[in-house]
């Protein structure tokens, strides 16, 4: 359980990071303490369902429960755009022809 806070702490503050804006900044566009929203992205909070949704959607993020049968192909989906804390992974095609299939 630690490891999803941790990840989901991780994911929140890149995103305000990348937004550029301060945790203050945050803390006044949603009526959350500044010193809460440090807690949060330091995983020393239990996040409660209702502030994620608000800090997500505040961040232009949408909180979704997947079925992990589908995880691969929403992955795949958002590839594109790098999830905010996590690193681009280089992708790998699925076939790739060698030079003597190219050639017959």
Known sequence: MVYAIEYLAKALKAARENK?????????????PQAHISKIENAAVDLRASNLVELARALDLEVMLVPRKHVPAVNSLIGSSVLPGTERREQVPAYRLDAEDENG
């Open 20 to 32: 550029k804006l301060s945790q203050r900044a945050l803390s006044q566009k949603i009526g959350m």
